[in-house]
C-alpha cells in the first residue's frame, strides 16, 4: 500500500510544482539553519572524555582568608600552598597540579625565530588521566617530578613545527633560558572543550568561547616549570597584590588547579571528606578563614562554568524559531495543496477509499515534500557550517558534520514534515465525497 | 469596504486563517527582538574610546628578560621613532580594545571597605595622554613630576585622570577633581577628569563599565616595558605599523613581536567586534529569510484561495461589482489577518524577550520595536496578497454563467 501511495505522492508533486517547490525550499531553509546551529552547539557541548568523564574532579579550597565578598562558592583555583599540600597528600588515585603560562621557545636545531608558546607545567599523571595520545616517547615520570627534570612533552603541531614531525624524542628545547630534553611527542590531540583548563566561566558573561582553544604546545613537569618560567605566571585572582608580580610561589593569589581521578564511589565520599577535613584543618592553623570546599566530577565542572558560548544557544534559539515559522508555513501551504484535490480524494473516497487511507496518502506526500527539504536542508547544513568554519572562533577548525547529525538532519525534515501535514491530512480525510461528486 | 462578508468567509476558513496569523505572529515576535540585537551590538560597535584612533597603532613585545627592561624600552622608543612619519612614541601598558593590562577593584577609603567596581587602569610614561588625544573636561593634564616610578602595576601614590562616567559613578554630582581612592596599598588623586577613554577588553553585558577608566601617569621600568603606543598620521599609519613590526626584530633581536596584539587600533577595533559583527550578519540573515517565508507563505494560500474563489469572484462581478471591488477585497481580507497576528505576535515579541533578558541577558525591547514592525508585516502582506488579488480582480464576469 505504502508504494502505491509513494506512486501518488511522486505523481502529485508533478502538479503544482511552484506551491511544490515553495514548500521544499521552505522546509529546506528552516533545516538548515536549525542543523547548522544544532551541529555547533552539538561539537560544543560534548563530553571531551567520554567513559571516563564521571570518574575525574576538579578540586576546590578556599584559600582567600578576605572577607569582601561572601564566599559562597570556593575560587575557581587554588593558592599555591592547598595545592601542593593537597596534591603531595596523593589520595587520589590520580592526580595532576596544572597551571599555564607563556614562554619563549627556540630549538637550537631549527633555524627559526622564537616562539612565544602556552607551557603547561602539570604533574606526570596528567598524561595516563586524560588518556592523552603519544606519537613518540612517552611521559616523563614521577620522580622527574620530584627532582624538577629539565624535560619535556610537546605537542604534534610543534614537532611538526620544529622538527618536520620526526621523532624528536632526545632533541633539545630552550625555554626561556633553559636548555630542556625532550621526552615525548604527542599524537594531534583536541579534546573539545579544552576542559583541564576551564575556569572562570561565571565571570565570562557568557562569552566561553576560549575554552574550545587547542591545548598547550608544551608540557613540563610541574615545579620545572616553575623555575624555568618564573616571574611570567598569571593569577586566577590575588586577594593582596603579589610582592612580585609573575611569581606566585607562597603568594596571596590563587592560580593552580588540581584535578583528581577517583575510580569508585567510596573513593568520592571519602576525598570528600579528606578536603573537608584539609580545609578545616588549615582554618585550625589559621591560614585559611573559609572552609566551603568543593569536588565536581568533570562534567559538573563544565556545567558550572556555562562552558557552551552563549552566542551559540542564542543561535539555535533563533533558528529553532524560525523553523517553526516554516513549519507554519508548510502546514498552510500543505492545506492548500491537498484542499484543491478536494475532487480527487472524494472520488478516492466514493471508491471505496476509508478515511484512513486518504489520511496515510496525504501524509506519504507531506513526507516525501520533507525528505526533499531534507535534501536541501543537508546541502544548506554543509554551507552553513562552511560559513562557520571561515569564522574566527577558536572552535571554527572543530566544526563538521558527523553521522549522528547526518542522520538527524533527515529524521528532523521528515517528523518536521509529518507535523506540518497531519492536521491538513486530517482535514482532507474529512472531505465528504458525495458534495465532491456533485460539483464534478 | 463592509467587512461583515470577509469575516464570514475567513469563518469558513479557520484553519488557514489562524496557520497565517500564527505565522505573522511568530514573525513578528522573532523580527523585533533580532532588530532589537542588532541595534545593541550595533551601538556597542560605535563605542566611543575616547582616543584618536587612526593615528595610533600598538607594538607588544613578549619574551625579553624583564632585568633588560629599561635597555630595551630606550632601544624600542628611539628605534621606532626613527621611522619616518612617526610623530611620538610612548611607553604604556595598554591601548583600548588592546589586551587587558589591568583590571582592579577599588575602595573610597583606605581601609578598602567602601567597594566601587572594577575600573581598568591605564599606565603610560611623559606625554601619552596628549598623544591619545584624551579630551580634558576638569582640571590638569599630568605634569612632569606627575610621572613616577612603576611599583606593581601603577605608581605607589598617583595623581590620576579618570572618565567622566566614572566620575560621575564615584562622587555622584561632586566636583571629582582632588578626590581620593585605593586599590589595596595604593593610592590615588583625581588631578583631571578626561570625556572618554574605553575599556580595553570592553563586554556590552556590563555596559556602565565600558567607561571606567583611570589613567596613571608612570615612567617605564621593569614593570612598563614592551608594551608601546606610535602616534602618526593618519595616511601613514598603515604603512609606519608595517615597518615598526619589520623593525622590531633588528631593534630587539631578544624579544619576540606579539603579531596578536601588534595593530593599528582600527585593526584592533575591527578584531575585537568581529564575533558581534558576524552575529549581526546572522541575524539579518534570518531576518530576510524570515520575511521571505512568510510573504511566499501568504502568496501560496492567497492564490489558492483565489482559485477556490474564482466562480464566486465571477458571481461578484456578474452582480455589479467592479475590479476594484474583488481587490480590495483580498486586500482588507490579508490586512484582517496579519492584523489578528500582529496582535498575537506583540504579545509573543515581549514574552521572548522577556525570556531572553532572563537567559541571555538581552537588553529590554524598546516598545516603539512593536508599531515598527507590524508596519513592517502590514507593508509585506499588501506586497505579498497584491499578485494573488490583481489574478481575482482579472476573473471576467462570464464565469459566473458556467456550470454551476
Avoid at chain 1, 620526526?166 to 611527542?185: E, F, H, N, P, W
Avoid at chain 2, 612632569?144 to 602595576?153: C, G, L, R, W
Avoid at chain 2, 589613567?215 to 603606543?229: C, I, N
Wanted: proline share 6%; with cysteine; aromatic share 10%.
Amino acid at each position: 500500500m505504502f508504494a502505491y501511495y509513494l506512486e501518488l505522492a511522486l505523481r502529485s508533486l508533478k502538479h503544482n510544482r511552484a506551491l511544490n517547490v515553495l514548500m521544499v525550499v521552505a522546509i529546506a531553509v528552516g533545516i538548515g539553519a536549525s542543523m547548522t546551529t544544532l551541529t555547533v552547539l552539538h561539537i560544543l557541548s560534548g563530553d571531551p572524555l567520554p567513559g571516563k568523564s564521571a570518574r575525574l574532579f576538579y578540586a576546590q579550597v578556599d584559600g582567600d582568608p578576605t572577607p569582601d565578598y561572601k564566599h559562597a562558592e570556593p575560587p575557581d583555583a587554588l593558592d599555591y600552598q592547598s595545592a601542593v599540600d593537597l596534591w603531595s597528600a596523593r589520595r587520589a588515585d590520580r592526580q595532576a597540579l596544572i597551571v599555564d603560562s607563556q614562554i619563549k621557545t627556540r630549538a637550537p636545531e631549527a633555524n627559526r625565530p622564537p616562539l612565544m608558546l602556552m607551557m603547561l607545567s602539570t604533574t606526570s599523571d596528567f598524561f595516563p588521566m586524560f588518556e592523552v595520545p603519544f606519537e613518540y616517547g612517552s611521559a616523563w615520570t614521577p620522580e622527574d617530578d620530584a627532582n624538577r627534570a629539565r624535560v619535556a612533552v610537546i605537542s604534534s603541531d610543534l614537532n611538526d613545527k620544529l622538527f618536520g614531525g620526526q621523532d624528536s624524542v632526545g632533541k633539545t628545547l630552550r625555554l626561556g633560558d633553559a636548555d630542556v630534553r625532550i621526552v615525548g611527542v604527542l599524537k594531534p590531540w583536541r579534546p573539545s572543550p579544552q576542559f583541564y583548563d576551564v575556569r572562570g566561566g561565571r565571570f565570562s558573561n557568557g562569552d566561553t568561547s576560549d575554552y574550545y582553544t587547542k591545548p598547550e604546545d608544551v608540557f613540563t613537569p610541574f615545579y620545572t616549570g616553575l623555575e624555568i618560567n618564573d616571574g611570567n605566571f598569571n593569577q586566577f585572582n590575588c586577594w593582596a597584590p603579589p610582592p612580585n608580580p609573575g611569581h606566585l610561589v607562597n603568594s596571596p593569589c590563587n592560580w593552580v588547579g588540581l584535578w583528581v581521578e577517583l575510580d569508585s564511589a567510596a573513593k568520592v565520599v571519602s576525598y570528600r571528606e579528606f578536603l573537608n577535613s584539609y580545609a578545616q584543618q588549615q582554618k585550625t592553623l589559621g591560614r585559611i578563614r573559609y572552609t566551603e570546599t568543593r569536588l565536581r566530577d568533570l562534567m559538573q565542572w563544565l556545567d558550572f562554568n556555562q562552558y557552551v558560548p552563549r552566542n551559540a544557544k542564542l543561535q539555535t534559539w533563533l533558528a529553532f524559531a524560525f523553523l517553526a515559522i516554516c513549519l507554519f508555513n508548510t502546514v498552510g501551504l500543505l492545506l492548500a495543496k491537498f484542499l484543491r484535490r478536494a475532487g480527487e480524494i472524494g472520488v478516492r473516497r466514493a471508491l471505496g477509499a476509508s478515511r484512513g487511507a486518504v489520511f496515510a496518502q496525504c501524509l506519504t506526500e507531506a513526507g516525501l515534500i520533507g525528505l526533499l527539504g531534507g535534501v536541501g536542508g543537508w546541502l544548506l547544513t554543509l554551507l552553513g557550517l562552511w560559513l562557520v568554519r571561515r569564522q574566527p572562533t577558536p572552535y571554527s577548525d572543530l566544526v563538521h558534520m558527523d553521522v549522528a547529525m547526518f542522520f538527524t538532519t533527515f529524521v528532523l525534515a521528515v517528523v518536521v514534515s509529518l507535523i506540518a501535514g497531519a492536521l491538513p491530512a486530517l482535514r482532507a480525510s474529512r472531505i465528504a465525497p458525495a458534495l465532491q461528486l456533485k460539483t464534478l | 469596504m463592509q467587512i461583515q462578508p470577509i469575516l464570514a468567509a475567513l469563518r469558513k476558513h479557520r484553519l488557514a486563517t489562524v496557520l497565517i496569523a500564527m505565522e505573522i505572529a511568530l514573525a513578528c515576535a522573532v523580527l523585533c527582538n533580532a532588530c532589537s540585537m542588532i541595534a545593541s551590538r550595533l551601538s556597542a560597535m560605535h563605542i566611543d574610546s575616547g582616543v584618536d584612533e587612526a593615528s595610533l597603532g600598538f607594538i607588544a613585545l613578549q619574551g625579553f628578560d624583564p632585568k633588560t627592561a629599561n635597555d630595551l624600552n630606550a632601544r624600542v622608543v628611539s628605534g621606532l621613532r626613527a621611522i619616518s612619519g612617526v610623530q611620538s612614541v610612548h611607553v604604556i601598558n595598554s591601548v583600548p580594545f588592546g589586551p587587558q593590562a589591568g583590571a582592579t577593584g577599588i575602595t573610597l577609603d583606605q581601609a578598602g571597605k567602601q567597594f566601587r567596581g572594577v575600573p581598568e587602569f591605564y599606565v603610560g610614561d611623559p606625554g601619552t595622554p596628549e598623544a591619545l588625544g584624551l579630551q580634558l573636561v576638569a582640571g590638569r593634564m599630568p605634569a612632569a613630576d606627575d610621572y613616577q616610578p612603576v611599583k606593581n602595576f601603577v605608581p605607589a601614590s598617583s595623581r590620576v585622570l579618570i572618565t567622566r562616567t566614572l566620575a560621575e559613578h564615584l562622587w555622584p554630582g561632586e566636583n571629582a577633581l582632588g578626590k581620593e581612592f585605593w586599590t589595596g596599598p595604593f593610592h590615588f588623586r583625581v588631578i583631571g577628569v578626561v570625556a572618554n577613554l574605553s575599556v580595553q577588553q570592553y563586554d556590552e553585558e556590563g555596559e556602565q563599565g565600558a567607561q571606567w577608566t583611570v589613567f596613571a601617569p608612570g615612567l617605564p621600568g621593569p614593570q612598563l616595558a614592551g608594551t608601546y603606543l606610535i602616534r602618526a598620521n593618519p595616511q601613514d599609519l598603515d604603512r609606519v605599523m608595517t615597518e615598526a613590526k619589520a623593525a622590531i626584530a633588528r631593534i630587539a633581536p631578544d624579544a619576540v613581536l606579539d603579531y596578536e596584539w601588534s595593530d593599528t587600533l582600527p585593526a584592533l577595533r575591527t578584531k575585537f567586534f568581529r564575533t558581534d559583527r558576524a552575529m549581526t550578519g546572522l541575524l539579518v540573515g534570518v531576518i530576510v529569510a524570515l520575511l521571505g517565508v512568510t510573504a511566499f507563505g501568504i502568496v501560496g494560500l492567497a492564490s489558492f484561495w483565489v482559485a477556490q474563489r474564482r466562480k464566486q469572484i465571477g458571481i461578484r462581478r456578474a452582480l455589479g461589482a467592479t475590479r476594484a471591488d474583488i481587490l480590495r477585497y483580498f486586500q482588507t481580507e490579508n490586512f484582517l489577518i496579519v492584523s489578528f497576528g500582529i496582535v498575537l505576535g506583540i504579545v509573543l515579541a515581549i514574552g521572548i524577550n522577556l525570556a531572553l533578558m532572563k537567559w541571555f541577558e538581552v537588553s529590554r525591547l524598546p516598545l516603539w520595536y512593536l508599531p515598527v514592525g507590524a508596519l513592517v508585516l502590514w507593508g509585506l502582506g499588501q506586497l505579498a496578497v497584491l499578485a494573488p488579488a490583481l489574478r481575482a480582480a482579472a476573473v471576467p464576469p462570464v464565469v459566473a454563467t458556467r456550470s454551476v
